[in-house]
């Protein structure tokens, strides 16, 4: 990394612009296979919807009958976690819907630690507190980024751009093409989690799943949920929960929304609060302990990549020569309005891959996508949003770019993400202990 004539220009082989889970594993991934890498983070600290929107379950890491889709960086993370004593047990749960399903529960506060060691450790450079300002394009290549800073402006020159940012804000900014919705089609709410406890888990753990939706539907009837759920991870270092429970029907690109769903996901927090202390077995003596630093954002920006990951895909599924990550979660789509899930469950021992060409977008050569924004279709991405396999397609990214810009990035000629050797790429990323199917 250097920095240029001036302290305010920064030249790196990859800048990863947003430094959540899938941000955070592209950094440390490019930063383990040689690049100088520079992750652009808003807040002062990473992981964005994993610790700042406390999500603290990361699901899905297997099939239904146990075989491991997602392991790699994502595994390390947990572990990391586990040496804190901050991960729970990987277990089968009951979902809203009536599904199994596994998870890893973690303490979001402890995560912040836990990367912090992570880019750390692997001499990425963060840049916290630093929000994207623009982007300078020539042609098909990303030139440079600004970012807004205490030091001020300062300027970045990636021969690789990443944009895991959720909302690809680098990308819209650099004038990418995006994915529209289809008709009947709705962006997936937001939800403001909540903290709350403490909890008698002996009693709430042993609440029957039919007891549980039938007191779910009735504080949904009676207004005091905002989706018919009583949704909660327990939080490893305590007697609480987090609860996921508040539904907020907006797009969280517009900033005037996303402010008024910050109020109204605390109000809709509040009242669930005391529904959970008035009506649910174990949660007598609980109270609303802590609201999520920022509304979690399931789905706002989708890019338009070389190939758009279908639903059908994953359903069918289809096996791609050019798989960078394996998944198992099912399409589970919250709706923006209403109580309820749309869920459709996976077979057993049913897997899904995620090409390589959805990472690249089609008006650029030297940029990928990863997380939340990366090119799938509404459907597909209700899927493979999962926090497991956005670490998983975040590590693939990394190792990507870091490929491309050792080798064509000596040559000193524009990087082409779509040059990069896919077979080399997966071997490497399976001798890395990714699964890619
Ligand atoms: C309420 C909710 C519940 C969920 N439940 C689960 C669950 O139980 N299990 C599971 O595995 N997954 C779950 N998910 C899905 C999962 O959390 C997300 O899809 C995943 O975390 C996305 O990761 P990401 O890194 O792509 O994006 P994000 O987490 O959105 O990270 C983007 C990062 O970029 C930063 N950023 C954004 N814009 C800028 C900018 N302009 N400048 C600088 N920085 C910027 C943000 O601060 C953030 O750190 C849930 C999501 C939500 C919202």
Redesign the pocket.
Known sequence: MRAGADLQTIDADVVV?????????AAVAAARHGASVVV????G????????????????WQTGNGRRVVAGLAHEVVERLAGYGAAGAHETFVMSTGHKMD?VPYAPEVLKLVLDDLVTENGVKPLLH???LDVATQGRQIASLR?LTKSGILTLQPKVLID????I??LKQAGARFLALDEGEAL?P????FRFGPIDFTRFDALDPATVQALAQRGYAEGQLARAAL?G?RDPFSTDAWF?I?RLGIDATDAFALGAAEMEGRRQAWRAAGFLQQNVPGCEAGQLRAF?T??????TRRVEGDHVLTAAELLQPVQFPDAIAAGA?PIDI?PAAGGALDYQALGDDHAYQIPYRSLIPTAFDNALV????LSATHQAMAAI???????A??QAAGTAAAMAAGTQGKQEMPVQMRSVAVDALRATLARDGACLA
Not at 19 to 25: C, L, Y
């Open positions: 612009c947003g430094g959540g889970v899938a941000g955070t594993m652009v983070e808003r807040y600290f990473l992981g964005g919807n994993a610790t700042a929107g406390a999500v603290a379950q990361f699901n899905s998870r630093a929000s994207l970012v895991t940012s959720g909302d804000d680098a997936q937001a939800t403001m989690m949704h991870s996921n508040s999520a920022q509304v979690g954002v399931r789905e979660y919250h990863a997380g939340r924004g949003r999962v926090m497991t396999i956005s670490m397609v975040g």
